[in-house]
């Protein structure tokens, strides 16, 4: 089987959709995904774009996705490269496809001169777990995820009618 991984371009938006409504079901979170071609065409895309996308193929069909951006460390003083996404279809797990996309996004962080390359995991995803470990990976069990969004993020902001 050959792999292919090829940077997403405008008119892969559709296929970025499918790609996030797997990852969405794969991780239980499918009534959470409220993502749209307009919107993603513009994070992806636009004037700003916010995220890269990368794509793999497995002999020409589409077999899995990384999306990712830069952040900043301010101890290195240098920015760095966060995967906020990562899937792989069902049917081509397996098969050396997520090795393929850490690889190539590993290969990024070090030509841009990334001081580190993260990301998160569900707890729950064991075998995410091992792979990453297996790859050189070590888990950060002193740290806590915070997230505001919704009603909570427009509260922080003061901008939600009272």
């Not at 749209?36 to 992806?44: E, F, I, M, N």
């Not at 990384?66 to 460390?73: P, R």
């Not at 966060?82 to 081509?92: Q, T």
Request: charged content about 25%.
């Amino acid at each position: 089987m050959h792999i292919r991984i090829d940077r997403a371009q405008e008119h892969d938006v559709p296929l970025i959709l499918e790609l996030i409504r797997g990852l969405a079901e794969y991780e239980r979170l499918a009534d959470q995904v409220v993502a749209t071609a307009a919107g993603v065409r513009d994070a992806l895309f636009g004037a700003q774009p916010a995220a890269e996308v990368l794509i793999a193929y497995a002999d020409q069909r589409p077999a899995g996705f990384a999306v990712f951006f830069h952040n900043f460390s301010t101890f290195l003083g240098r920015r760095g490269l966060y995967l906020e996404d990562l899937f792989v279809k069902p049917e081509f797990r397996r098969l050396g496809i997520g090795r393929e996309l850490l690889t190539t996004l590993a290969r990024i962080a070090v030509e841009r001169g990334c001081g580190r390359f993260e990301w998160s995991v569900l707890d729950w995803n064991a075998p995410a777990i091992e792979f990453y470990k297996r790859l050189g990976a070590r888990p950060l069990d002193d740290w806590t995820i915070f997230r505001v969004t919704g009603r909570a993020l427009a509260d922080l902001a003061g901008t939600r009618e009272r």
